[in-house]
């Protein structure tokens, strides 16, 4: 998805703020398209006009207008309960009275209290807030001294409401930079929005996985070679997850991290995390206690400040408006240890950060380069005591890892969980027969289902799905094929997250399948960096690719590898479809049918189908793809001689791929023909998962008649016998 009027790039992320360019971290949702005119100003957002008694650097002092209340304060020498209610009683009375009256009413309250008790401490406990009111024609004597408690430490939740709440301390002017927060990062735009659409970040934010590890070599290849449940529970058993409220908590050593690195690969949620963090400190339910204030950088944007050359302030990089400014400029000289900077897309830069401009960067208000700016505030030579939080891709983790100041703490966003996968499609259909319809449609795609731990394709199968109800599209026809939805996730990235390529896109993709081609030949997931570079001629900016360091002895070295292996087979076939040399398909078909320790390349071949289908290949050629004519003919012709040669052989496994392979295809009319040299349909002593039940269903469903079903010793449970149930009658036919 992309924010308006901007372009987007790639780390699902899911979301993009509105109105500004997207930087390539940001996923399938992006803030709504709002420009911020002089209407919007986040200090008029509110509807109120800041006057004079609303100036930011008098009200600093915590103090509310008359509206506020005295609620939860004890008073000493008295009992918490009675001095309590006795406050509230007071004040509260008399900020409903006319101010003389008022006056009177507050000075016979204190005179009625302890001398003793004047020089107390006020408190709020459990939660309440002491506010000061207005008191007219009284004297106080005596220091009296306001601390607030707040317990608002709460999880990222999923929680409609928005609306920032007033704190204790909290200005007008904080208040309304909140509310004006709130109203341009609560909505998103999807990929494929139309002007005026946008949906709630609530209804679309799932909790993702993010650990604080780093997964060694074993543990990276033995999670790009699963599929499917064992996937997911592999990675649930393996990583101890952490949350968003737990990055700036101390480490064992008892540190508190001064910078938090928020690494994910593209399409995983990286700028939709951070977007969702800042609209929950300003609705008031994240980082309340640490964070008065929170300001929020897009490289993407700082790539336009570098562009046009001109020299500014730190404050006036960091300020979202000018009336902004005095707030900003007051609390980084005040209390810098409370504020927090959100750096989203450091891998995005198109500027050199490794320079720290000491000289240029003297203050806040002085003008400098914007890219002092950024290296002095990474390495803390200036606003050493505010905190850090960069979102990356980890193609730039270790290079950033080196500009920023420490302690440290280097997180990794792994997509989704199998439950956020189930919490994601319930938020996107809502309807629960919907959601749980659309949900075991999935589960019977081993692939397409492992898959959807990337936000993005969760997102595409989700949308593919809610387009085909509104049609009323049988589900026989799936939730497209596996090919479809790959392609339509290649090119969702090649779109909006491929920004700054230096080749042109097919030059890209083929060079992508040569890599991946030499892997699977070798039968190898893990490339290092040279073997990388010797196809891929800058393998950092291809969002196809994921890097990661590993330590040899003593030395680390660079290594990649596809988000899994799938991504790879589909790599590989898609070389071999663009590929003009007709003698390299056919050679590849030859190689399953006399060596029968070719398994690994059976989904290669299965993609082939798939890019073969008639949309697909249009969908390819809108990515300038060539494709090889006689493929298809290839393919059908090879996978009629597998059938007819199968039949009696009782190598049902094959059998079974043929039924695969037609599915991929999904021509309704050479599904059927491929059908009819079918005689009898035997599967003997072999385990038929979800996926291949689904697969049947469909080859099923293209015949008027089968002669003969046999599923001996298949594990047919009685969900699986559903599923196959709209077919079955077709069947003349049919033995257990």
Not at 324 to 332: D, F, I, Q, R, S
Not at 562 to 578: D, G, I, K, R, V
Not at 687 to 711: A, E, K
Request: one cysteine or more.
């Amino acid at each position: 998805m992309q924010s308006s009027g901007r372009d987007v790039d790639a780390s699902q992320d899911l979301m993009q703020s509105s109105g500004r360019d997207v930087d390539a971290s940001q996923d399938p949702m992006q803030s709504s398209g709002r420009d911020v005119g002089p209407s919007q100003d986040p200090m008029q957002s509110s509807g109120r006009d800041v006057g004079p008694s609303q100036d930011p650097m008098a009200a600093q002092g915590g103090v509310q207008d008359s509206e506020g209340s005295l609620g939860g304060a004890d008073a000493e020498g008295q009992t918490g309960s009675e001095s309590s209610a006795n406050a509230r009683g007071a004040v509260n009375s008399a900020t409903t009275k006319p101010p003389q009256e008022a006056g009177r009413h507050v000075g016979a309250f204190l005179a009625s209290v302890p001398s003793e008790a004047l020089a107390a401490t006020i408190s709020a406990q459990g939660g309440g807030h002491v506010v000061a009111p207005n008191v007219s024609q009284s004297t106080i004597q005596g220091n009296i001294t306001t601390i607030s408690h707040h317990h608002h430490y709460h999880s990222t939740g999923n929680s409609a409401t928005t609306e920032p709440t007033q704190e204790v301390g909290q200005t007008p002017m904080i208040s309304q930079l909140k509310e004006w927060i709130c109203s341009q990062h609560e909505t998103v735009q999807e990929y494929n929005s139309l002007p005026g659409e946008d949906v709630l970040l609530t209804d679309r934010y799932t909790q993702l996985l993010i650990v604080e590890k780093h997964r060694q070599q074993e543990e990276r290849e033995k999670e790009i070679r699963i599929r499917g449940p064992s996937f997911f529970g592999a990675r649930t058993m393996e990583y101890k997850s952490t949350t968003v409220e737990q990055f700036f908590r101390p480490n064992d050593r008892g540190d508190v991290p001064k910078a938090v690195i928020l690494q994910g690969n593209s399409g995983h949620g990286k700028s939709f995390t951070t977007q969702k963090i800042i609209l929950d400190w300003a609705s008031g339910s994240l980082y309340q206690d640490q964070f008065e204030l929170i300001l929020h950088l897009r490289c993407n944007e700082l790539n336009h400040m570098f562009k046009e050359g001109a020299k500014k302030s730190v404050v006036d990089v960091v300020s979202c408006s000018e009336k902004c400014t005095p707030l900003v400029l007051k609390n980084l000289k005040d209390s810098p240890q409370k504020v927090l900077f959100i750096i989203d897309g450091f891998d995005e830069l198109q500027f050199p950060v490794s320079e720290i401009h000491k000289s240029s960067v003297k203050d806040l208000s002085t003008p400098a380069p914007v890219e002092a700016i950024l290296s002095a505030l990474l390495k803390g030579s200036v606003l050493s005591e505010c905190f850090l939080l960069v979102s990356t891709r980890p193609t730039a983790s270790d290079k950033l890892s080196k500009l920023l100041k420490r302690p440290q703490r280097c997180t990794e966003i792994l997509g989704f969980s199998e439950e956020g996968v189930r919490q994601y499609f319930k938020r996107f259909c809502k309807d629960e027969q919907v959601w749980n319809k659309a949900l075991s449609s999935l589960k019977a795609n081993e692939t397409l289902f492992t898959s959807c731990f990337i936000p993005v394709i969760c997102w595409i199968v989700c949308t593919v799905f809610k387009e085909q109800l509104q049609k009323n599209v049988e589900m026989t026809d799936g939730l497209e094929t596996t090919t479809s939805i790959f392609v339509h996730f290649v090119s969702i990235l090649l779109k909006h997250h491929c920004q700054g390529l230096g080749q042109p896109l097919p030059d890209l993709l083929r060079s992508l399948g040569q890599l991946a081609e030499r892997g699977i030949r070798e039968q190898q997931v893990l490339f290092e960096k040279e073997s990388v570079l010797s196809t891929v001629s800058d393998p950092a900016s291809v969002p196809f690719l994921c890097k990661f360091l590993l330590k040899e002895r003593v030395e680390m070295k660079e290594m990649f590898s596809f988000m899994h292996l799938s991504f790879q087979e589909f790599f590989t076939a898609l070389h071999y479809t663009s590929d003009q040399d007709e003698e390299r398909v056919k050679e590849l078909l030859r190689s399953i049918e006399q060596h029968e320790d070719r398994a690994h390349l059976l989904p290669i071949i299965q993609f082939l189908f798939g890019l073969s289908n008639v949309k697909v290949m249009q969908d390819l050629r809108k990515l300038k793809l060539k494709h090889n004519p006689s493929m298809q003919a290839q393919l059908k012709e090879w996978v009629i001689k597998l059938i007819e040669n199968n039949e009696d052989s009782g190598k049902s496994d094959m059998m079974l791929f043929a039924l695969h392979c037609l599915y991929e295809l999904h021509e309704e009319e050479f599904v059927r023909r491929a059908m009819e040299a079918w005689g009898v349909m035997t599967f003997d002593s072999i385990p038929l998962t979800r996926t291949d039940c689904w697969v049947l269903l469909y080859c099923l469903q293209c015949c008027p008649t089968i002669r003969s079903l046999q599923l001996t010793d298949c594990n047919i449970t009685a969900e699986k016998l559903r599923m196959l149930q709209p077919a079955l009658s077709r069947c003349q036919e049919l033995r257990r």
